[in-house]
T-cell receptor, first 111, second 114 residues
Framework: SQQGEEDPQALSIQEGENATMNCSYK?????LQWYRQNSGRGLVHLIL?????REKHSGRLRVTLDTSKKSSSLLITASRAADTASYFC???????????FGKGTTLSVSS | DGGITQSPKYLFRKEGQNVTLSCEQN?????MYWYRQDPGQGLRLIYY???????QKGDIAEGYSVSREKKESFPLTVTSAQKNPTAFYLC?????????????FGPGTRLTVL
């Protein structure tokens, strides 16, 4: 199965700084989604970007997609301690019926 | 956690026993999914169901079984054939199994085999 791979695996920053995490995938996609998971909890959908979009914003989140490089990035601006969580990218192949998740980036924001 | 509930939150099982994890949704979603998450890993798809009375194997279905008798319910049974069942299990649903659909997740069940 194709899989998104997030980079870095772990990221530690101070409150107020920006956090950038990247996702690379292997095959053509229809869309790419980012999810957040607080420790020991279920995942929460953050944002979806379609293959014909290059950038999308939602509050303090900015997602970019470069289909030529098969990569996406998630930027969280002005981070807060409450942003501490794991972030996963997920892709849906053109032939698939379910999401394929990466291993995630664990973000730690200290005050 | 939306309108999806999973129970119990923690489950302990002795080796050789079957155990069933509950997943219920009140979102009127057609599609439901079961994932397994191991420490430091992403989610791996166990089974999914696009419609009532139909389900498909995911990437790691061996040792698991499911049923979809009602739209709102998608229980997962971890059988004694599953060699390493200790993990965090997540249930999700989506409006349909369309390629653009967002998935909504339950809070998860942590299964520990003693």
């Amino acid at each position: 199965s194709q899989q998104g791979e997030e980079d870095p695996q772990a990221l530690s920053i101070q409150e107020g700084e920006n956090a950038t995490m990247n996702c690379s995938y292997k095959t053509s996609i229809n869309n790419l989604q980012w999810y957040r998971q607080n420790s020991g909890r279920g995942l929460v959908h953050l944002i979806l970007i379609r293959s014909n979009e290059r950038e999308k914003h939602s509050g303090r989140l900015r997602v970019t997609l470069d289909t030529s490089k098969k990569s996406s990035s998630l930027l969280i601006t002005a981070s807060r301690a409450a942003d501490t969580a794991s972030y996963f990218c997920a892709t849906v192949s053109q032939a698939g019926t379910a999401l394929i998740f990466g291993k995630g980036t664990t973000l730690s924001v200290s005050s | 956690d939306g309108g999806i509930t999973q129970s119990p939150k923690y489950l302990f099982r002795k080796e050789g026993q079957n155990v069933t994890l509950s997943c219920e949704q009140n979102l009127n979603h057609d599609a439901m999914y079961w994932y397994r998450q191991d420490p430091g890993q992403g989610l791996r798809l166990i089974y999914y169901s696009q419609i009532v009375n139909d389900f498909q194997k995911g990437d790691i279905a061996e040792g698991y079984s499911v049923s979809r008798e009602k739209k709102e319910s998608f229980p997962l049974t971890v059988t004694s054939a599953q060699k390493n069942p200790t993990a965090f299990y997540l249930c999700a649903s989506s409006i349909s199994s369309g390629l653009t659909d967002t998935q909504y997740f339950g809070p998860g069940t942590r299964l520990t085999v003693l």
